[in-house]
């Protein structure tokens, strides 16, 4: 379903007729005009009301023209709602005018005929008039609330009139004039309704704006705006999106309390939430709920599972999930077999991978380049170059389209089997066909120089990147830092450290450790302690990765004593060593005759070979 779609906007208490409007219903005629407009009162005997209608409703612009330029627009505008003309033929007026003279008419006009269409219920033409204005908006939202609130204490046709233009700002992808309108409805008491707020929420989880969902739902929820399932799934999807797992079962709450009972998308959003956040024992025990509570799982539910079990390198749950799904009767689609032959090319598993493809095809399902790309993967990590490259073949031979995806992969284990010209082959072939290389694509080629220590290199295909247009991202400093900290020249990765703030980047643990790891192999146990600080700072506490790298670092300048004081403290702060960890513990101090005081904290892991 398309929220941004609305089919019809609810007829709420709406009167035949606005006494404001009715000049039986009132002492003079006061045209709506701002103080600062150039409106000027119409002599009503200057113009023959019938004569004027009859021209628009022909659409005799050229005689109406001449009558027009004997006046001015906004005076024959007047005369016409003054006249009580129909709201139609004033519409048409009003857009023939904008089109023909470019005019701009005052706000008090533009809120008046939207008044007077929603008097004759045209909502279809308030929301295209509407949709219209926001696409080039002259007046602002203070003006135009203000102008529709002095107009009358008509809250029903106003409430109607500034829910379509939160939609429409929404639709032309204004979400910050949405978000005033919203939050100005609620200043004059004009009620909205899920059609509009539905879309915002929607656009605000997109752009990943999900503390700002956050308040318009809370907000919603206190005026009391009809909310709907999608409502609840829109914000409770954000939430999952950000890992805020607690405040999605509360909204689910909320959704029970309201009267809605969770759909299969609703266990679909939070199930793929804790699935890409690798939190597969809460998505395991979701699906349990499900089937307990009677909703049955469908083809998307399972796709999640399977999909976060092969990133979570479980495939062999993956499998489970993928039997039971046949067993509940649902037949596996090309992205339930995408995900499992993805999960098992990761794993090594090309064989069973292929045989896969083979079920694939039999029940009748065509591979398509997601499928190849996985498979293209999985030969590469087996080294197999030879038979990458011919899958590389083999799509375009079946009508298929090779993508950045499968260049990239591709590239990549050229690089990594020193194989540099051929990666280069393929960037070239790849702009031939018209596919257009991106920063990984950058990226594997500067890795590739960087192995070979042609670090030169690697920096002229930087600026290569930059001068294409793209810009250079964490990886890409990630992987110079590195390279430069492993050739000696660690100062002139500060610099890079330096320029990554400069550009708005938050340099990783990665960006730091090496920094650390290289000012060691020069020696200076005071710059790399001094990087640590920075990187502490900077809000990226020390990992097992960075005490690991410090502890060897003293190692090998014959501190143990400081060695042996930071794996405490490391031990102190409950992390937990690693293989390397006991690697260093074993070559670097034991083998030393040292004996490291941690009493209680070798969680009797093997330290020899």
Sequence with gaps: MNCLRLTQFPKRCLSTRFPSLDPKLNNTKTPFSSPNSTYTTPNSHTFDTPTISQLIAKQHWSK???????????????????????????????????????AIHNVEQFCRLLHLLANAKNYNKIRALLDSFAKNAHYSNSTIFHSLSVLGSWGCANSIIVDMLVWAYVKNGEIDLALEGFDRAGDYGFRLSALS???????LVKEGRIGVVESVYK??????IGVNVVTFDVVINGLCKVGKFQKAGD?????????????????NTVIDGYCKAGKMYKADALLKEMVAKRIHPNEITFNILIDGFCRDENVTAAKKVFEEMQRQGLQPNVVTYNSLI???????????ALGLQDKMSGMGLKPNVVTYNALINGFC??????EAREMLDDIGKRGLAPNVITFNTLIDAYGKAGRMDDAFLLRSMMLDIGVCPNVSTY????????????VKEARKLAKEMEGNGLKADLVTYNILVDALCKKGETRKAVRLLDEMFEVGLNPSHLTYNALIDGYFREGNSTAALNVRTLMEKKGRRANIVTYNVLIKGFCNKGKLEEANRLLNEMLEKGLIPNRTTYEILRDEMMEKGFIPDIDGHLYNVSISS
């Design 443 to 454: 990226n594997c080629l500067i890795v590739g120089f960087c192995r070979e220590g042609n």
């Design 219 to 224: 907000e919603m929820i206190r005026r009391r």
């Design 251 to 267: 909204v689910v709450e909320d959704m029970k309390a309201w009267g809605f009972s969770p759909s299969v998308i609703t266990y």
């Design 381 to 386: 990590k087996k080294k197999m170059l030879k």
């Design 342 to 352: 993805n999960g098992l090319c990761s794993n090594g598993k090309l064989d069973e």
């Design 197 to 203: 707020c539905n879309p915002m929420l929607i656009s």
């Design 64 to 102: 109406l023209k001449t009558i027009v330029k004997e006046t001015n627009s906004s005076s024959l505008l007047q005369h016409l709602f003054n006249s009580e003309a129909q709201p139609d033929l004033i519409l048409c007026y009003f857009k023939w005018t904008q089109k023909e003279f470019g």
